[in-house]
Structure formats: C-alpha cells, structure tokens
C-alpha cells in the first residue's frame, strides 16, 4: 500500500527531507521503502510503499506517526492512498 507523507510548509533549519527520509526508512524497518520524494510551492512530499498485509498496515502508520512526532514533526501528514486527505502524525500517533 501506498503512503504520502506530506509537508504543507517547511521543515525547520536543523532538518531537511533526507533528514526526514532516513527517519522513515528506519521507522518502516523491513515492512516497505520510501520509493520517491517532490517539493513545490513551498511543500514537500514523500513517497511511501509499505509491504506487508493489510491487518499490519495500521500498525506500520502509527509506527511512521510515532517516528515524526518524536522529531518534533507531528504537523506532518501522512495520507494512505484510499484516502483524500490524511492526517498529521500527532492525530495517529
């Protein structure tokens, strides 16, 4: 399944996407990958792919929403694909 991890502004001066890229990928272990990132108008996006069954595809969220909110970027959202909009990582945490 997929994941957008997405930054409506941006990350502060001490963290830059790469910064934000390692956490996940360390976060996800070896239940998926960050497959592709973006940036414009003053966003920022992720690209998630997440490999495990469906049941576990909650638990592997909160684990990425835990990740962030531990590095003070809880206002970050993260938006599986079967849904329009998201929420921040503090909201799944």
């Not at 497959?35 to 108008?41: C, D, E, L």
């Amino acid at each position: 399944m997929f994941i957008e991890v997405v930054g409506n502004h941006q990350l502060p001066g001490d963290v830059d996407r790469d910064d934000v890229e390692d956490l996940l990928a360390t976060a996800l272990r070896a239940d998926g990958e960050v497959t592709g990132a973006g940036s414009g108008s003053g966003r920022w996006h992720l690209d998630v792919e997440v490999s495990t069954d469906a049941d576990q595809f909650p638990h592997v969220l909160r684990r990425l929403a835990t990740a962030l909110v531990n590095q003070d970027l809880g206002w970050v959202v993260l938006r599986p694909e079967h849904e329009e909009t998201g929420k921040s990582s503090r909201e799944l945490a």
